[in-house]
């Protein structure tokens, strides 16, 4: 069962909301797997965050998503970034604006489609791929502390089945 207190902010002894840890309980999500999915998630975006921060690399968790699917797809169409990334694509513009800015990645003309972009990752941006597998291994190392080999491979395994039946068109970064 999903703990209300971690799942709604504010659930503590001075919670603005009280009623919230109640309403949670009541109606059922706690029970559910698509809310701890997404409290994952969150979650492990956070630690994700807290990674980046301390390593200084001055990269939000969207840039990392970037970095890691042009340097695992190769170049791409903004609108294919956009959906290996999971953003919307007014998003990502502003994403890619900061990433040309900082020299990590540049957009070039498609010679497939005028219409269209072509991502490139940069030297600078390939540069911080190793940096950035590190900690992920890190977050990774957090997030499995407490799991037994036998547990991790299982959970490894109903997660990875999980994507397998919910992804559609284009793959997610790591696919």
């Not at 690399?57 to 990392?64: D, H, I, V």
């Not at 407490?146 to 299982?154: D, P, T, V, Y």
Request: with cysteine; glycine share 6%; hydrophobic share 45%.
């Amino acid at each position: 069962m999903i703990d209300a207190d971690a799942i709604t902010p504010g659930t503590g002894a001075d919670a603005p909301f009280p009623a919230a840890r109640d309403r949670w309980r009541e109606s059922g999500l706690a029970e559910k797997l698509a809310p701890l999915c997404l409290l994952i998630g969150r979650l492990v975006t956070r630690r994700l965050e807290i990674a980046l921060a301390d390593a200084g690399l001055g990269l939000t968790p969207a840039q990392a998503r970037s970095i890691a699917s042009l340097w695992l797809h190769g170049p791409m169409t903004q609108q294919s970034l956009a959906a290996h990334t999971e953003v919307e694509p007014s998003t990502l513009v502003r994403t890619l604006d900061v990433m040309e800015r900082e020299g990590i990645a540049r957009r070039e003309p498609n010679p497939g489609d005028r219409r269209s972009y072509l991502v490139h990752l940069t030297a600078r941006g390939e540069a911080l791929v190793p940096r950035l597998v590190a900690l992920w291994e890190e977050v990774e190392a957090e997030l499995v502390a407490e799991l037994s080999a036998e547990e991790l491979s299982r959970a490894r395994e109903l997660l990875s089945s999980l994507v397998s039946r919910l992804a559609t068109g284009d793959a997610p970064c790591c696919g």
